[in-house]
């Protein structure tokens, strides 16, 4: 019933992962500013995920109390 919720969440803590991945990598070869750019591109990205684990808490609740 949620797989395609399950997916989307999945997909994005895959990028979140290479992005870190990238960072942890390559870290060095960025100026502060652009470290801190790509920093708070990874916070944007986690914020969305747990955003969508939230909502997706919230419709499992809803269906547990009405299904």
Known sequence: ???????????????????????????????EAGLDMELDAVQAQLESLLSGITELRYQLKEVNING
């Open 1 to 31: 019933m949620f797989n395609r919720e399950f997916n989307i969440l999945s997909n994005k803590a895959f990028f979140i992962n290479n992005d870190l991945k990238r960072l942890d990598d390559h870290g060095d070869h960025f100026t």
